[in-house]
């Protein structure tokens, strides 16, 4: 069974629907001991960084999760849960203190930058369908497992200790979950293309491929769809960018089998129903 972790911030629904659409079996708890005993966990992505990451050691999920990770279960964050892999997050802290997340990653998630290296401005938060990218900085290599250089080491030197900072965020389930449905894909390919780096599309005749499972069937170029505010820091974690004011993190990964996502994999049509879908194979495999 894949829990489906409920932190009181919004429909959860949509993630739980596309994981059994998917053929998972998926059900949604706020409870340690249920997340605890699951085969494998999702930790959505609704609301501002300190506030989950308060409530969510208020509960016991903080730890409960950090532990199962830790074994080796299948985990996958998504938008928000991707930021809670990291250390730190800014996002509703107070300045200067910055909320402690699950620490099994490196790194700061801070705010995105609302203008490129050239003064352009952009939108922020980033709404809409954009595509994800081969990473620059290892070329698409999924990261060391556990205990081979991946993140663990993160994990095991961090005394990280639940915050207590709470705050609130223009990015949030208002646009996810009962709120204005996103645009359809076919409008908003021009457009958010044009953001892309020059030479970021692999060109016709490429055979770059992600190495990750959590990408089996996904081709460099594909699109997602996107709603944040906040981006997770650049490293050996990275599996996959995207541009929009600069290139970001939009795909992480933590030894085998723990992963991130800053889209909406449940938004995002049959490229996202792929990836829930390649999930709950890693989940069915343990």
Known sequence: MIAVVDYQKGNLKSVERGLIAAGGEAFITADAFEIAKADAIVLPGVGAFADAAATMCELGQMEAIRDRVRTGVPFLGICLGEHL????????????NPACGLGLLPGTVVAMPRYDAQGKTFKVPHVGWNTIEMPSCNGGVTVPPCGEGGGNAVLKQSSLRC????????????????????????????????????GSAPQAGSELAFACPLFDGIAPGEYFYFTHS???????????????????????????????????????SDAGARVLANFVAIAARG
């Open 85 to 96: 892999m990291f250390e730190h997050g800014v996002e509703g802290a107070p300045e200067g």
């Open 230 to 268: 906040y981006i997770a820091p650049t490293g050996s974690h990275t599996i996959a960018e995207t541009t929009h004011s600069t290139r970001f993190t939009s795909a992480v990964q933590f030894g085998e089998c723990a992963f991130g996502v800053q889209f909406h994999p449940e938004k995002s």
């Open 163 to 198: 915050g207590t900072a709470r705050g609130t965020s223009p990015d949030s389930a208002a646009l996810l979950d009962g709120g204005q449905a996103e645009p359809e894909l076919s409008s908003l390919r021009s457009e958010n293309a044009g953001g892309a780096f020059p």
